[in-house]
């Protein structure tokens, strides 16, 4: 069993309880690690070695915070395939994934933010022979960082990287499912030449470790990804506190793709989107709804390729669709088949958990499964399964894929398939999403605000907002 630590002050210890937790490996249903099953205590020493560190990184000049970011930078891409490894035993992502986008991302993130902070300007409002006003920009303070499953490193170094380069410091709670590159991070934190105490990582459940640090009266910002009614629970903690809140939440994500689109790329695209990570992304696109004189061709085309993802070992080269994050998770997944069938779809593909042979006989795999036949107000249609089971459905009017796509709670990202660059423009603007892509997908530009509506979220994360949100404002006026 590998042991896994918490990373305080710049050091590895265990939790104070002594207690641990296991650790599992969604693609064999195997334990092979544990981690510190962290409490109260835990969480305060974190917070106070960042007390302790604050005064002087924030006292630091950005350039010099952010030099330290873009080592941390190189030290990721350095450990890429080490990192890829952890990450895809972790969540049961292909290894190739791993490699090419959640790794990448993470040394991204941290070179993005480090460059970032040296233009992060302030404003000035002169008011013709009045006065004078500046805007200061402090750091929030000490933060908390909470992350999900899905993308480990990637989610969890997009929240600290601003924070630090913000000048704030950081306690940071990984998710309890996958917490293996949170811990390989704090080596790297120490190789780069953080300082102990700006940086530090606590392990645990969210009802013990999370909560506790959510609680903590010394935290003065919370940056939260994770499911909707987690982010429910945490704003209803923080609020009494007036902590500030950035939830990155949930979505029921909608394609719209139109007859007069580039089939072949919105076919490619789709499967891509729907079953990237399993369907496991918040920005996945589970309902895919298509103009109704080209939805059989593209019903054809889209299932010929839901065929060729190869469900397999994640470490296997091949393989493009991996396990489940964990065997509740598989459950929950599999519970929404059956519930596609109660009201009234009508299978495609899939719809199977897969069972492999060796090393993998108890990994949570399920097949890419895709329904039609289901009204746009069922359940299946309106709740996040956050797997691999989408569903396909015909539309006649614009309005009418309007309506259906905007029909739910959620408001995080809608892809738009057109070639009509008016109908692009029109759609976008009154689309319930924080981001709508047209004629592509998971395409990110990291100066964007990135965020959902509705119960999708509260507040943006990416480029200057992320530093607006670890900053405090001031505004100093001068009489002239
Ligand atoms: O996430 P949780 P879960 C959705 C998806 C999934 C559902 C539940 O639909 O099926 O959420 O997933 C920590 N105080 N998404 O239960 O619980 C927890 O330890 C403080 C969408 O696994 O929200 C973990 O670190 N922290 C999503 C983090 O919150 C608490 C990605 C997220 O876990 C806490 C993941 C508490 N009281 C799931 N309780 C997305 N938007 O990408 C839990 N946590």
């Known amino acids: 069993m590998l042991p896994l630590l918490n990373y305080l002050n710049g050091h590895y210890q265990p939790a104070h309880n002594g207690r641990t937790l296991p650790v599992t490996e969604p693609a064999t249903g195997q334990p092979y690690a544990t981690l510190p099953d962290s409490a109260a205590p835990d969480v305060d020493q974190a917070v106070r070695a960042a007390e302790a560190a604050l005064p002087a990184w924030r006292r630091r000049p950005a350039e010099e915070r952010g030099r330290l970011l873009l080592r941390l930078s190189e030290l990721i891409t350095g450990h890429l395939d080490r990192l890829a490894q952890a990450e895809s035993q972790d969540t049961g992502k292909p290894l190739s994934l791993a490699r090419t986008l959640d790794i990448p991302r993470a040394a991204s993130n941290f070179a993005f933010f480090g460059t970032l902070a040296q233009h992060f300007a302030t404003e000035t ?63 790297l934190a120490t190789a780069a030449g953080l300082p102990p105490g700006v940086l530090n990582v606590v392990h645990g459940t969210g009802a013990r470790a999370g909560q506790a640090l959510v609680e903590h009266p010394s935290i003065r910002g919370i940056s939260f990804t994770g499911g909707t009614v987690t982010g429910r629970h945490i704003a209803a903690v923080a609020a009494p506190q007036l902590k500030k809140l950035s939830l990155e939440l949930g979505g029921k994500n909608p394609t719209l793709v139109f007859a007069d689109c580039d089939l072949a790329e919105a076919v490619q695209t789709s499967v891509r989107s729907a079953f990237a990570n399993q369907g496991q992304i918040c920005l996945c696109g589970s309902r895919i709804l298509v103009e109704r004189p080209i939805y059989e061709q593209f019903k054809t085309e889209f299932l010929a390729q839901v065929q060729e993802l190869t469900v397999g070992d994640p470490l296997a080269e091949a393989t493009r669709q991996g396990a489940l994050v964990s065997e509740a998770h598989l ?50 249609n309106q709740e996040e399964i956050f797997g691999p089971v989408v569903t396909l459905t015909p539309f006649d009017t614009e309005q009418q894929a309007l309506a259906w796509a905007n029909g739910t709670e959620y408001g995080l990202s809608a892809a738009v398939w057109t070639r009509d660059l008016a109908r692009a423009h029109r759609l976008s603007h009154q689309l319930h999403a924080g981001v709508v892509w ?26 200057l907002e992320a530093l607006r949100f670890f900053t405090e404002a001031q505004n100093v006026c001068i009489k002239l």
């Open 125 to 187: 409002h002169l008011q013709e022979g009045l006065a004078l006003n500046y805007t200061v920009r402090h750091p929030l303070g000490v933060v908390a960082c909470i992350s999900p499953w899905n993308l480990p490193l990637y989610l969890l170094t997009w929240k600290i990287a601003p924070a630090l380069a913000a000048g704030c410091c950081v306690v940071a709670k990984p998710s309890e499912l996958t917490p293996y590159t949170a811990h390989l991070l704090g080596e």
């Open 331 to 380: 459950h929950k997944v599999l519970s929404y088949i059956e519930l596609a069938y109660r009201e009234g779809g009508h299978l495609l593909a899939g719809g199977q958990r897969v069972q492999l042979p060796g090393r993998c006989a108890g990994g949570y795999f399920v097949q890419p499964t895709v329904f039609e036949g289901l009204g746009p107000e069922c359940r299946v």
């Open 438 to 463: 047209v004629n592509t997908w998971l395409h990110r530009d990291l100066r964007t605000p990135f965020g959902g509506m509705k119960s999708s979220g509260v507040g943006r994360e990416g480029g």
